[in-house]
């Protein structure tokens, strides 16, 4: 059902703005874009009213269908003058009516939120839910404007990558029966390791600016379809992989944020894949655009605390932690508790294999990782203390613990990887060590790997 919500969300604004101008018999053609929450359309002047009044009705039903959760609230103005002062004009009776929800409602705004109608679950857990996945086609009718068909209606279109065709990414994991979705426990039992499942969100930086700095409706346009694609198209590829397509589930895909479920240890390099290619695209595709703004993405991956924790709870929290690590810093990733840069991330991947190692070729015992873990904590502790008590800060006393630790072996393999290790912990400069974040997601995720 969460993942029907998800759905019908980002289809309201695929289908909304194709409905509206299929009900006024206006060609495809004034569709400027679509989806991720919103979408801009051309229209001639005296189609105003009767547009006013497809918007009221569908804004209507789908307070109707959300229990007022949902509010779909729009601007029009005449397009008069430079694209930049329109865009304003457009911007500014958003944001005068986002922020008086009551203005648009009246006195009935304090009369209570509108209850949902009685089929709503049904409605997200079947037909969007399971039935979407396989549809060829969605619909919409005028009888229920807020509702998205998984099926044909009085107006139709294609799901697919065909140019006519709503981009939607709706891979999702199998079940063991292969005819139902994996459930959350299900992911989280594929995962190899300890049995989690967990949340992957992401969000392009500072997307807002970079399309506010677009001088013309052209521009405008291109910019927002590149993003959409991407995360549509590329989402729905890397997911189908065979790494991932019975570990991960896609919950939506916007116009410059995403968000998936599944197996702990298929998000992470699927995290990874998703910022190269990003990376690449902003590359090609944006290298005469002036800045930073909108070319890095930063995301948060969240696990949950038990198998059946509930998925909105992951997922709230991961939206939390994503916003975090974008006050904190851009292009960057939050990840088991930490915010790391994603060249850091790297440097994490490669340790946490010098980790693993140490056990499965040098007989460690497990226990070990948590010891590691435990000279982070006090460092960590430290902080609000004397700086000089923890074990970075008497570089003798880091060195002592780790040959408690690890032990000691004459096998010139094992020094040398207990060389390396220590090296990509703490540095290299053993007088002056300093407690790398990178190290402390190696540990727990060799931990999570072993468990």
Known sequence: MFAGRSQWIGLLSEVLPRALLAELGLARVLLGTSGGGQ?????????????????????????????????????????????????????????????????????????GSPEPVAPA??????????????????????????????????????LGASPDALPLARHTAPGDD????????????????????????????????????????????????????????????????????????????????FAVYGAWDALIPLAREIQRLFHRLTEENLKDFPGREGKTVTMALSLANSP????????????????VAKVTDKDCLSLLGRTLEWKQLADAAELKEELTQMITEFDCQPQYLRDLCGIYRESQWTRRGRESDSPAGRPWRFHRRLNRILGVSRDREFQKARTGLIADLAGRNTGNLKLRPSGRVALEWARLSIE
């Open 39 to 111: 979408f801009l359309v051309v229209l001639p002047g005296e189609a105003r009213p009767q547009a006013e009044e497809f918007l009221k009705g569908a804004a209507a039903g789908i307070g109707r269908l959300s229990g007022g959760c949902i509010r779909l609230v729009w601007s029009i103005t005449e397009n008069l003058g430079d694209w930049t002062v329109v865009r304003r004009r457009l911007f500014d009776e958003l944001a005068r009516k986002q922020a008086s929800p009551a203005a648009a409602v009246g006195s009935e705004f304090f009369a």
């Open 308 to 323: 059946d924790t509930p998925l909105s709870e992951v997922y709230e929290r991961a939206g939390v932690n994503l916003e």
């Open 121 to 158: 679950d049904d409605y997200f857990g079947e037909e969007l839910g399971l039935r979407l996945r396989d549809a060829s086609t969605v619909g919409w009718s005028p009888d229920a404007p807020g509702i998205i068909l998984a099926k044909p209606g009085k107006h139709s279109w294609s």
């Open 178 to 257: 292969g005819l139902q979705p994996a459930g959350r426990q299900t992911l989280g039992a594929r995962a190899a390791g300890r049995p989690i499942w967990g949340v992957l969100r992401g969000d392009v930086d500072n997307f807002g600016i970079r399309i506010r700095r677009a001088q013309s409706i052209e521009e405008h346009i291109q910019l927002s379809v590149v993003y959409k694609q991407f995360f549509a198209g590329e989402l729905e590829i890397l997911c189908s992989m065979p790494e991932s397509w019975r570990k991960v589930t896609i919950l939506y895909s916007g116009g410059d944020d």
